[in-house]
């Protein structure tokens, strides 16, 4: 094998899915045991993602040749400081919340736990190899890899999932169709799928019409699946309605990976000049950013429940990153880098309060959270410190994703970027405090709107053992990441910006 293959490039998707197929029949004989080998599978492709960016950090960009056929004719993983860096990311979010599972999984899908853990290995394993891999028709295939098992996870939720999923299954249908159509323009022009290889080839073709179709069908394409306004249309209810175990790991995590997808082809595939000056794609990403920022924050403001309030934050979230993706300078594209990281983590501790505050009163409606400073008091420690992240309080890590995106945005004179961020950081104020007020609501007279379980504020009755752990390792890593923020940025994130900006 050659020295710069590690043999974890392979193990960090494969372990995942053969354990996939594997879970079904473990759970046939035992079905308490899909929980633990599903965690073990997760866990060990935590350690291979782990070793990835190691090697990255050490040796440089990692190649793994699949069947030992060379590229652009063989299939290639292509491991490089960014893609490491989402790698791991994803790895310990699916994880974390692989481990949180324990008690929600038994209780909302009672008999559907084998199903539903192969169906998460089968998510985890496509977001994983569209991360990893370095081939374009690769790519679309594990984006409707995870995309099927995202579309049954979510229609296993409440009442109304169904409908949710249908929808996602119609507009994602049309993203990756857009998608597949803009990789066959670049097959069709070049004659290869690898993206090293494009990368080259895509040089010399600047004024080619069918390359300029072709970016543009990506674009679309990614948009779609990345719930940009106005195509955000399907997120709402599919990340309400879904299990609490979905959503806690869904909503984090796809929009994300889509965002990494959107630079990866825009910054690697194609390059910084031709975005910014041939395809005029910048400025119209970032009027779209500023367009979903602001869309997204006021619609959060008119929500009751806490699931899809916090959809439409993530709505807005994606225009913060879109929009740092668009300005394309080096500042704001490591703001926009940071906030994938940082979100994603911000994302998976509230919507695992959300998971832990259903959990106890059989609901996540902003009435729901009544009381919990008293009788959930470390559910609500984890939720104040990811609220105050999503707002961008110091030392949460949002606060420094979103600086840098203001001095990216300062930098190129894009006040319009700028004040967006700034109306959206107030609407994330009053978000947050509508909870806060429930929250700290301790009068003895109850609205008759909150849940009898919750009523009583003086008994302590907080979420499970499991689910707490992990809540406290996502409150822990905001503050870690926010007071190491420097050390990151310039080991991890400074390494994934694209030359040429």
Not at 349 to 364: A, E, I, N, P, Y
């Amino acid at each position: 094998m050659h020295p710069n293959q590690p043999i974890s490039a392979a193990l960090v998707i494969l372990l995942p899915l053969l354990t996939a197929f594997a879970v079904p029949i473990i759970g046939f004989w035992r079905k308490d045991l899909s929980f633990y080998a599903s965690c073990t599978a997760l866990a060990a492709a935590f350690l291979c993602a782990l070793h990835l960016l190691i090697s990255v950090h050490q040796r440089g960009t990692v190649d793994y040749f699949l069947g030992g056929w060379d590229p652009p004719w063989g299939i290639a993983l292509r491991i490089d400081s960014l893609n490491a860096l989402m790698g791991v990311l994803v790895a310990v979010l699916f994880t974390l919340a692989g481990f949180a599972s324990k008690k929600s999984v038994p209780l909302e899908l009672p008999l559907k736990e084998a199903p539903f853990y192969a169906l998460f290995l089968l998510l985890f394993t496509g977001l994983l190899g569209m991360i990893l891999t370095g081939d374009m028709f690769n790519l679309y295939v594990f984006l409707e890899v995870s995309a099927l098992t995202s579309y049954a996870l979510i229609a296993m939720g409440e009442p109304g999932s169904e409908v949710a999923s249908l929808r996602y299954l119609l507009m994602g249908t049309v993203g990756a169709s857009w998608y597949l159509l803009g990789v066959g323009y670049l097959y069709i022009t070049t004659g290869s799928l690898n993206m090293a290889d494009l990368s080259g080839l895509l040089r010399e073709m600047e004024g080619s019409r069918a390359v300029l179709s072709g970016f543009a069908f990506l674009l679309f394409g990614i948009a779609v699946k990345m719930a940009l306004f106005p195509m955000h249309l399907w997120l709402p209810d599919a990340y309400a309605k879904a299990p609490a175990i979905v959503s806690t790991t869904i909503a984090p995590i796809m929009t994300k990976v889509m965002a990494y997808v959107l630079i990866r082809i825009g910054f690697t595939v194609f390059h910084p000049e031709y975005v910014v000056q041939a395809a005029k794609a910048s400025g119209l990403l970032v009027w779209f950013g500023i367009f979903a920022i602001l869309f997204g924050g006021i619609s959060a403001l008119s929500q009751t429940d806490f699931k899809r309030m916090l959809a439409f934050v993530i709505v807005a979230e994606i225009g913060y990153i879109v929009g740092g993706i668009g300005i394309a300078n080096p500042t704001a594209l490591k703001g926009a880098i940071f906030h994938i990281v940082n979100d994603a983590v911000m994302m998976a501790s509230l919507f695992l309060v959300g998971m832990m505050v259903s959990h106890r009163t059989g609901g996540h409606g902003i009435n729901h959270f009544f009381g919990i400073f008293r009788k959930m008091p470390v559910t609500a420690v984890v939720f104040t410190v990811g609220a105050l992240a999503v707002i961008g309080v110091p030392p949460t890590c949002g606060f420094f994703s979103k600086w840098y995106l203001l001095l990216g945005g300062i930098e190129a004179g894009h006040w319009a970027f700028v004040a967006a961020l700034l109306v959206c950081t107030l609407i994330n104020v009053a978000l947050f405090f509508r909870v806060f007020d429930k929250g700290l609501y301790l009068h003895a007279k109850a609205p008759q709107s909150i849940p009898e379980p919750l009523i009583d504020a003086f008994t302590i009755q907080e979420a499970p053992l499991s689910m707490l752990v992990v809540g406290g390792v996502l409150a822990a890593g905001i503050l870690a990441i926010g007071i190491g923020n420097s050390f990151i940025v310039k080991t991890l994130i400074q390494p994934a910006v694209p030359g040429g900006l």
